[in-house]
């Protein structure tokens, strides 16, 4: 499968309305927290129903989900009212999308599904806390490897974050001190160690002679 035109890349912040007919905006970085963004065929399908609900269940019992405080959202081409449908019969956690017109799947370069044959394909893009599109998973019929693939993701990103803090810092000269200068290359007037000035002069006088 060829390579996502995201990956790398910024996320595009979209503007939908959710389950409520409120207008959710989306932001990727703004809040400094990765987000799992999913596309699905279909509320209320079985395969959608049990993604989402893994998803919900993620958020609630998984130590990784909570450590990260990853956002969850989900959108579909259903519209508002089956969206609110699928959403309290499910009891979903977070902001579930309705991408009637086709403008998130527009942005996220996300087609059809089942060759064709559901109206949006089954993918999941994973988004870094700065807002850049890390990876993409697009699978529509292995509903379970979703949350799996955002699982992976997280973990990735945590030890990503844990090594950057425990990157040693450059040693810095400690307070006071002062970098150690090059000798003097400057001549010394200074008799030798020893001398007299007497014996310097008699010295001289010896040679004058």
């Known amino acids: 499968m060829a390579r996502h035109p995201l990956i790398d890349k910024p996320a595009p912040p979209i503007s939908l309305p959710n389950a409520d007919g409120q207008t959710y905006t989306l932001t990727p970085g703004e809040k400094g927290v990765p987000i799992a963004l999913f596309f699905y065929p279909k509320s209320g399908s079985f395969g959608c129903t049990k993604e989402a609900c893994q998803f919900r269940d993620a958020l609630a019992d998984k130590e990784l989900f909570k450590r990260t405080k990853v956002d969850i959202v989900g959108i579909s081409a259903d519209p508002v009212d089956k969206q609110k449908e699928f ?38 893009f994973l988004i870094d806390a700065k807002g850049t599109v890390r990876d993409v998973l697009d699978t529509t019929l292995n509903y379970g490897a979703h949350v799996k693939f955002v699982s992976k993701w997280l973990d990735k990103l945590e030890a990503e974050e844990k090594k950057a803090t425990e990157a040693p810092a450059p040693a810095a000269a400690p307070a006071g001190e002062t970098p150690a200068s090059a000798p003097d290359a400057t001549p010394s007037t200074n008799p030798p160690e020893g001398k007299t000035l007497e014996e310097l002069g008699k010295a001289s006088e010896g040679v004058q002679a």
């Open 87 to 124: 959403v309290e019969k499910q009891k979903l956690t977070y902001p579930v999308l309705s991408d009637a017109k086709g403008e998130a799947r527009k942005a996220y370069h996300v087609g059809k599904g089942l060759f064709g044959l559901a109206e949006t394909a089954r993918v999941t």
